[in-house]
């Protein structure tokens, strides 16, 4: 934060992510903040991996994630995974959470219009709705495999199973052996959690990614490496550590 202070960015970013990653959530935070700033723009795909670091640790700024990144996750519009991440934050932080009632409002509209045509569900026409996530509903075949093959659901679909299995049964242990001061390498959910998500994926699995997206004058779309990748995994991991 000195560094920060005194104007020199860049050292501060290096100094948050070395903090990131020996599991420092606060570093992870500071680091994703960096990176928003507006001349970073295009790095905004690099926060992806530190926000969800924090967000399956328990941290209340879990809102960070779904409030600031995905609310402006043009175009993905990962619904779900907002409602996946309000839901967690209302079991864990009752007094930053998303009440109930917004929560359900949110599911309602979203049931009964066609997320891919934006038709809305009436007595003439029976609309169905995606059997794995069910969240999302269409009106019709053709529009739910638009969605799931030219938009992002097969990805956001993915990872929400897997969070479904792997997180939302041991988020509240997992969070609670963190705020007691586990060392996170040690907290076996939290490992496989990360591994299934891509966390901890070695490095060189994204690095010819990661040179692509660093290349300004390619101009590739950042935004769209953002939420999950077909599999459900992130295209970009944190670290190789355990952290």
Excluded at 25 to 43: F, G, V
Excluded at 54 to 70: Q, S
Excluded at 82 to 91: E, G, M, V
Excluded at 134 to 145: A, D, H, I, R, S
Aim: proline share 4%.
């Amino acid at each position: 934060m000195r560094l920060r202070e005194a104007d020199q960015p860049d050292l501060a970013g290096d100094a948050f992510q070395r903090g990131s990653e020996t599991g420092c959530i606060p570093c992870m935070l500071r680091y994703t903040d960096y990176l928003s700033e507006e001349k970073k723009e295009n790095m905004i795909h690099l926060r992806l991996p530190w926000l969800l670091e924090g967000a399956i640790r328990g941290h209340f700024h879990i809102k960070d994630l779904l409030v600031i990144f995905y609310s402006n996750a043009k175009p993905a519009h990962p619904n779900a995974l907002q409602h996946y991440w309000a839901k967690i934050l209302n079991s864990l932080h009752l007094s930053s959470g998303i009440r109930k009632e917004q929560r359900n409002d949110a599911r309602v509209f979203f049931g009964n219009v066609c997320f891919t045509c934006s038709e809305k569900d009436s007595d003439d026409r029976k609309f169905q709705q995606c059997n794995k996530c069910k969240f999302y509903t269409y009106c019709g075949k053709e529009c739910q495999l638009r969605h799931w093959n030219e938009g992002t659901h097969r990805g956001e679909c993915k990872q929400l199973r897997i969070l479904n299995t792997y997180h939302k049964p041991y988020a509240k242990n997992i969070h609670k052996k963190i705020t007691r001061g586990d060392d996170p390498a040690e907290i076996i959910e939290l490992q496989t959690l990360r591994e299934k998500l891509g966390l901890s994926r070695p490095k060189d699995e994204y690095k010819e990614l990661l040179l692509l997206l660093g290349d300004d004058a390619l101009r590739q779309g950042r935004r769209e490496f953002i939420v999950a990748r077909h599999d459900g995994t992130v295209h970009i991991g944190s670290t190789p550590e355990a952290i």
